[in-house]
């Protein structure tokens, strides 16, 4: 009986193993596969208005370039409460109105959401928006690596809703990302990890 457990043990640590360097020798593709899978960027479609989720400046500024290459005639942006400048803090609705300021665009074609605190609450806002503002359509910007959670949120709350959504994230090369390598470099890998848990706390919390 001792003699049969010992030998199972020893199987199943050969499995272990084989298991382990299996992982390992194939660990450039399935890491590669785990960043992509996040990343959701479609072609952009004439659509009613662009959306920048709430977050980084990237998002705006892509959302702004979509609109001045002439997809949308409006703008939304969802902002979250005060951010920090290396330690300085900066009103998100007034940075916002600089940037429209700054490259031309009418205040009137742009709605602003404030106190958008997460994702979830992201598409809230902009459903609200949408319905009082009677939109059909909607482009949808975020980062790249966030985009997955974002159309998890969006799709769920606008479901019902008949407006469609086309999903466009910031350009790689801006967020110099390197797909195939993400990895490889601790501000990737950090956004990666964050990335696969709020997945997990999202699904757990809001679905």
């Known amino acids: 009986m001792i003699r049969r457990l010992v030998g199972c043990g020893f199987v199943l640590l050969g499995l272990a193993g ?36 709430a977050g980084q400046s990237r998002r705006r500024s892509h959302a702004i370039e979509l609109f001045s290459q002439g997809y949308a005639g409006r703008l939304i942006f969802n902002v979250s409460d005060t951010t920090y400048y290396f330690g300085r803090p900066i009103d998100p609705v007034t940075s916002v109105l600089e940037d429209l300021e700054s490259r031309g665009i009418p205040r009137d074609r742009v709605t602003i959401n404030t106190d958008v605190a997460s994702t979830w609450s992201d598409a809230h806002a902009t459903l609200q928006t949408a319905r009082r503002l009677k939109l059909s359509s909607l482009i949808v ?10 159309k998890m949120c969006f799709e769920r709350v606008f479901e019902g809703s008949e407006i469609s959504l086309t999903y466009c994230c910031v350009p790689l090369e801006r967020e110099k990302i390197e797909l195939e390598r993400w990895w490889t470099r601790e501000r990737e890998l950090i956004k990666v990890c964050n990335e696969y848990l709020k997945l997990v706390f999202y ?5």
């Open 18 to 53: 084989a298991l382990m360097a299996m992982l390992w020798l194939s660990h450039g593709w399935w890491l590669a596969a785990m960043g992509n899978w996040l990343v959701i960027d479609q072609q952009p479609v004439a659509s009613d208005a662009i959306v920048a989720v």
């Open 141 to 150: 910007v975020s980062s790249p690596f966030h985009m997955r959670r974002v």
């Open 203 to 207: 699904r757990f919390t809001y679905f």
